[in-house]
């Protein structure tokens, strides 16, 4: 299958700083990518859609400012936790969609925590 | 709106026993993508199966079945003598066909003791 990559896995940060995680397509190319965040022992809720040289769609009651999404190319997306907070740690997970498929593949994910 | 639920929390069963895992969806579109996905421990997605809301017919691929039912939205997924790595959480996903975007269930956490 598709293979996503996340780095970096895990990352620690002071409040106030800003932190930025990468998500790369390594075989094949993402035409779109999607953020999410996962709570412990919740389910997944989208952040936004990323598609290759257009401005990311934030879902309802994501802050487009806080959560700074740039996809670049077909194959990295970037997203950037600016000032990030305590509330702000989560598990952080990004996919990608393929040309031609409506199959998102996974990457490993980041875990955030803010001190 | 779309919505996925699914109603077990957590199941514990000994190895070599049958689980089956319910999901029941809510959607007003008339094509969509049914989806079930792994999260084993180390936290990463793993993708099972996806299943278009014109085809019902139901799909085994090793220990793995799922029931699919229009009738009754639901989209079931039965592990057949569970093994201890099948310990991880499953969670099952809707998506309008060329919309992309998943609506996950909450999941249920299966514990395999061996």
């Known amino acids: 299958g598709a293979v996503v990559s996340q780095h970096p896995s895990r990352v620690i940060c002071k409040s106030g700083t800003s932190v930025k995680i990468e998500c790369r397509s390594l075989?094949?190319?993402?035409?779109?990518m999607f953020w999410y965040r996962q709570f412990p022992k919740q389910s997944l809720m989208l952040m936004a859609t990323?598609?290759?040289?257009?401005?990311?769609?934030?879902e309802q009651g994501v802050e487009k400012d806080k959560f700074l999404i740039n996809h670049a190319s077909l194959t990295l997306s970037t997203l950037t936790v600016t000032s990030a907070h305590p509330e702000d740690s989560s598990f952080y997970i990004c996919?990608?969609?393929?040309?031609?498929?409506?199959?998102?593949?996974f990457g490993p994910g980041t875990r955030l925590t803010v001190l | 709106a779309q919505k996925v639920t699914q109603a077990q929390t957590e199941i514990s069963v000994v190895e070599k026993e049958d689980v089956t895992l319910d999901c029941v969806y809510e959607?007003?579109?008339?094509?969509?993508?049914l989806f079930w996905y792994k999260q084993p421990p180390s936290g990463e997605l793993v993708f099972l199966i996806r299943?278009?809301?014109?085809?019902?017919q139901n799909e085994i691929s090793g220990r793995y079945s799922w029931n699919f039912q229009k009738s009754t939205s639901s989209f079931n997924f039965t592990i057949t003598a569970s093994q201890v790595v099948d310990s991880a959480v499953y969670f099952c996903?809707?998506?309008?066909?060329?919309?992309?975007?998943?609506?996950f269930g909450a999941g249920t956490t299966v514990t395999v003791r061996a």
């Open positions: 075989d094949f190319q993402a035409t779109t």
């Open positions: 959607t007003r579109d008339t094509t969509y993508y």
């Open positions: 996903a809707l998506s309008a066909i060329n919309d992309y975007k998943l609506s």
């Open positions: 996919s990608g969609r393929g040309p031609g498929t409506d199959t998102q593949y």
């Open positions: 990323s598609n290759e040289g257009s401005k990311a769609t934030y």
């Open positions: 299943r278009n809301s014109f085809d019902e």
